[in-house]
């Protein structure tokens, strides 16, 4: 499964413009994000603990995203960009708005989402990663195959839990999505749309 199938829209070209000029900016958010996914599928697991594939799964992806942290850690240390605080962005927020809150929609949903967040972010480390110079530019290079494998695996898990509508709810998801990824932002993130003149 591609990144093409999944997104709705690409991420505009002012976005990435922005991004590499900004590439300090988003390394901070990028170490945030590596923290929320790694939380995000911990809280599946505990949401969800009769399902033990899915835990597993999870498990493993969990301690992924922690060594991603890590190493954009690593990166900030070694590029001189100081760890800052951040308000939540719209992104997150905007998704959930569109969720289900109640069994058996609610993860089903989650699962996708995750599979959503994971191929926006795939998409845009391939975008950087020839835009940025090294040693940025290769290890986001490296970390887009980790995130398309991500992705696979958020829609592999939804797709076993709702083979009847995982598709329809994807595209639907999908929609909001792209809403938020192509759509003028107050503040520049790693999921945001193009900052606002």
């Known amino acids: 499964m591609s990144v093409e199938s999944i997104l709705l829209v690409a991420t505009p070209a002012a976005w990435v413009d922005a991004?590499?000029?900004?590439?300090?900016?988003?390394?901070?958010?990028?170490?945030n994000c590596e923290k929320k996914a790694a939380s995000t599928a911990l809280a599946l697991i505990f949401a969800y603990p009769e399902d033990t594939q899915l835990g597993l799964s999870l498990s493993r992806l969990a301690r992924e995203e922690l060594r991603h942290f890590e190493?954009?850690?690593?990166?900030?240390?070694?590029?001189?960009?100081?760890?800052?605080?951040?308000?939540?962005g719209r992104y997150a927020a905007g998704?959930?708005?569109?969720?289900?809150?109640s069994e058996p929609g609610r993860k089903l949903d989650l699962l996708l989402t995750g599979a959503l967040i994971e191929a926006r972010s795939c998409e845009r480390f391939?975008?950087?990663?020839?835009?940025?110079q090294p040693p940025l530019?290769?290890?986001?290079?490296?970390?887009?195959?980790?995130?398309?494998r991500h992705f696979e695996l958020y829609v592999g898990l939804a797709r076993e839990r709702g083979a009847q509508e995982w598709e329809a709810r994807l595209r639907a998801l999908a929609g909001k999505e792209a809403e938020l990824a192509t759509s003028q932002d107050g503040e520049l993130r790693f999921h945001s749309g193009p900052p606002a003149p």
């Not at 190493?71 to 939540?88: C, D, H, N, S, Y």
């Open 71 to 88: 190493q954009v850690q690593g990166a900030m240390t070694e590029l001189g960009v100081p760890f800052t605080r951040q308000k939540p």
């Open 137 to 148: 530019g290769r290890f986001y290079a490296r970390l887009a195959e980790s995130e398309a």
């Open 126 to 132: 391939r975008l950087l990663a020839v835009r940025l």
């Open 95 to 101: 998704l959930r708005s569109v969720m289900r809150t």
């Open 19 to 31: 991004a590499v000029e900004g590439w300090r900016e988003l390394l901070v958010d990028h170490a």
